[in-house]
């Protein structure tokens, strides 16, 4: 069964793919563009695209490695070193992404480098990481 930090973690990684998606479209038909966008780093589609298309990136790995994650320990007494350290990245993955799209698709400009954003992507890489070792130590 899965972890209830496993199942909200998923939710916040792949809810934005579908509110994004929906957000995209919905601009679209608001500037009358049927695909592409601007080559302008502070325009609405634009910033709403690149957040899509990165949140649409990461979900489809991480979402598996999530759930292999929590396959591999949850047969691991709970308060166990390994498990705690799942549990943990797994929410640290899923806090991470949801910064760093929420800041790509909010930011005045995509050449903007709000700390949020930095934050977000290491986050990402770092509990990425550890995710994809986990698996490994069982």
Avoid at 25 to 48: E, F, H, V, Y
Avoid at 76 to 101: D, F, H, K, N
Avoid at 108 to 127: M, W
């Amino acid at each position: 069964m899965l972890q209830n930090t496993t199942l909200l973690s998923i939710t916040a990684i792949s809810a934005p793919v579908f509110a994004l998606g929906l957000g995209v479209s919905l601009m679209r038909i608001k500037q009358g563009r049927g695909s592409g966008c601007k080559d302008d780093p502070a325009d609405p589609l634009t910033k709403l695209v690149r957040a899509h298309a990165n949140a649409a990136e990461y979900a489809g790995v991480l979402i598996p490695l999530i759930l292999l994650v929590d396959a591999r320990t949850s047969r691991l007494l709970p308060g166990s070193a390994l498990r705690t350290v799942a549990e943990w990245s797994i929410v640290g993955a899923a806090v991470s992404r949801t910064v760093l799209v929420a800041t790509l698709a909010t930011c005045s400009s995509l050449n903007d480098g709000p700390v949020q954003r930095k934050i977000g992507a290491v986050g990402t890489y770092i509990f990425g990481a550890i995710l994809s070792v986990i698996p490994l130590c069982l």
